[in-house]
């Protein structure tokens, strides 16, 4: 079992910057792959960054290529997702995720992912 609690988020303007934390307890946090995903109102979960649990290999949605980092901090069994530059298209719940021991070469399925955040609302204003 594995317990993700989530931080950060909130409202900025465009092109402003924020972080999102998720701190995960349980069992090895190194053994899982983490991911971003995030969702609109009226959508699905959609993927926006992942690194995996052995190497350390990210990927990005191509949305948010070049302008959000995902990094993992196993000290402190959290990852993060630095957001910059962010766009109104950008507004969404955004939810970290967990999956044992997956190599990914490039997205997460929602639907393979084991382990939620709780959300956590990001709101870009133009």
């Known amino acids: 079992q594995v317990q993700l609690v989530q931080s950060g988020g909130g409202l900025v303007q465009a092109g402003g910057s924020l972080r999102l934390s998720c701190a995960a307890s349980?069992?090895?946090?190194?053994?899982?792959?983490m991911g971003w995903f995030r969702q609109a109102p009226g959508k699905e979960h959609d993927f926006v960054a992942r690194i995996n649990w052995s190497g350390g290999n990210t990927y990005y949605a191509d949305s948010v290529k070049g302008r959000f980092t995902m990094s993992r901090d196993s000290a402190k069994n959290t990852v993060y997702l630095q957001m910059n530059s962010l766009k109104p298209e950008d507004t969404a719940v955004y939810y970290c995720?967990?999956?044992?021991?997956?190599?990914?070469?490039?997205?997460?399925?929602?639907?393979?992912?084991?382990?939620w955040g709780q959300g956590t609302q990001v709101t870009v204003s133009s």
């Open positions: 349980g069992r090895a946090f190194s053994d899982y792959t």
């Open positions: 995720a967990a999956v044992f021991r997956t190599h990914y070469v490039t997205t997460m399925r929602p639907g393979a992912v084991e382990y």
